[in-house]
């Protein structure tokens, strides 16, 4: 890694985009569970990146891009707000094609945050922005030994690789015995 690439706040430094058409916070209203869905770690890995010391306010000074879109809770949210899920896929679709920060590298410097194994939950649209993408997702991309199988998650995948994140604790769970 060169000299000054994990930036002076001790990370590699990210920019979260800030965009209205990535904003899916309003799907967490209609689908009030979250919170005990092991499957919405992107909700929380969110909250955690917005708030981390390495994220920067300008893209100029990012070497990361995170994609900020809850593919899985806006998929469990449905019809939200006068909105269904394939229309806010759309929307952040729309908003990525569009981005300087996506054409200047193809996405390679791009993330996504989930961790559903639903791929078909992207939808259309984001797929073929994503291909370059890391996802951080939380299965392992090889079987134990190294071997990648037929009906393997990692073979549905799009995307480039991926960063493996732990299963959201469900909080109730937490509390027994």
Not at 25 to 34: D, I, V
Not at 93 to 101: D, E, F, I
Not at 110 to 115: D, E, P, S
């Given at each position: 890694m060169p000299p000054g690439a994990?930036?002076?706040?001790?990370?590699?430094?990210?920019?979260?985009?800030?965009?209205v058409a990535f904003d899916q916070?309003?799907?967490?209203?209609?689908?009030?569970?979250?919170l005990y869905d092991d499957q919405a770690a992107e909700v929380a890995m969110l909250?955690?990146?917005?708030?981390h010391p390495a994220r920067v306010h300008t893209p100029e000074?990012?070497?990361l891009f995170v994609v900020p879109i809850m593919p899985y809770v806006s998929s469990a949210a449905g019809l939200c707000h006068g909105e269904?899920?394939?229309?806010?896929m759309s929307r952040a679709?729309?908003?990525?094609?569009?981005?300087?920060?996506l054409k200047r590298r193809q996405g390679h410097d791009?993330?996504?945050?989930?961790?559903t194994f639903r791929v078909k939950l992207f939808g259309a649209s984001l797929k073929p922005l994503l291909t370059n993408a890391t996802v951080a997702w939380f299965e392992q991309p090889r079987l134990p030994g190294g071997a990648r199988a037929k009906g393997v998650l990692f073979s549905l995948a799009f995307w480039?690789?991926?960063?493996?994140?732990?299963?959201?604790a469900n909080p109730f769970c937490a509390h027994q015995r």
């Open positions: 994990l930036g002076d706040r001790g990370g590699l430094p990210f920019y979260i985009y800030p965009e916070s309003a799907a967490l209203e209609c689908h009030p569970g979250w909250k955690l990146l917005r708030s000074a990012a070497k269904t899920h394939d229309m806010r679709a729309t908003a990525l094609r569009n981005s300087p920060w791009h993330l996504l945050v989930t961790n480039r690789c991926t960063v493996v994140i732990p299963y959201l």
